[in-house]
């Protein structure tokens, strides 16, 4: 009797540790591919990431002192001081550039309509199709370096050295013009009752 549980122990404990040795073995596999894993999870879900961790960089010919603006489509639009409006995918690669006359300072305004509008120091405001394409462009007499404001009815307005504000149509017809007591660096304003616009100058007052 005794023998016989005796051996009943042992073959017990022979195949605990078997067992024992296939978690193990299952445990070491897992960990082993725990980061491979995870590295095709990133690589197939761009918005994964650690908080403040890089996605992209993208270099462009010269400083970017605007603002990026996103579209609604995941396009990333944005100038820079070598004279070029930048239109980048989610992921950072470049769908296209347009080049105007001179540095790009503003950030660009993407409308309701798909339409891209960009100040430049070459005195000029430029309307452009979110596939790159000139529509038009506006002459002031001054750098124009503030974001441009679009209303519902699809007016353009923007500031420009030149003391003024202007009011534009979606053809870049001017509509009317204000003129303030200095250079108009700022972004217009549009009010909740879209009928008033506020704009600041720097003859140190606010319109």
């Known amino acids: 009797m005794g023998g016989w549980v005796e051996g009943r ?60 603006t996103p579209g609604e489509d995941g396009t990333v639009y944005a100038g820079s001081y070598d004279h070029k409006l930048y239109a980048l995918t989610a992921e950072g690669k470049l769908k296209w550039s347009y080049a105007t006359g ?6 660009p305004t993407v409308s309701s309509t798909r ?6 120091n070459d005195n000029k405001l430029y309307s452009l199709t979110t596939e ?17 404001a679009v209303d519902v009815g699809g007016t353009v307005y923007v500031g420009s050295f ?23 660096i700022s972004s217009p ?4 009752n879209g009928t008033t616009v506020y704009i600041g100058s720097n003859d140190h007052k606010l319109y």
Request: hydrophobic share 40%; aromatic share 8%; with cysteine.
């Open 189 to 192: 304003a549009l009010g909740a």
């Open 132 to 148: 790159g394409r000139l529509k038009w462009s506006f002459a002031t007499g001054g750098h124009v370096e503030g974001l441009p």
């Open 102 to 107: 001179d540095e790009i300072y503003g950030s």
């Open 9 to 68: 122990s042992l073959r017990s404990g022979v195949h605990s540790m078997q067992v024992l040795g296939l978690v193990c073995t299952i445990l070491l596999v897992l960990l082993a591919a725990a980061p491979v894993v995870a590295e095709t999870a990133r690589a197939r879900s761009p918005r994964c990431g650690a908080p403040g961790e890089l996605r992209w960089s993208y270099a462009t010919g010269d400083a970017v002192y605007g603002s990026p």
């Open 162 to 184: 030149d003391n003024k504000l202007y009011a534009l149509t979606g053809e870049g017809k001017m509509k009317w013009n204000y003129t303030t007591g200095g250079h108009i």
């Open 115 to 120: 339409t891209v509008y960009v100040g430049s």
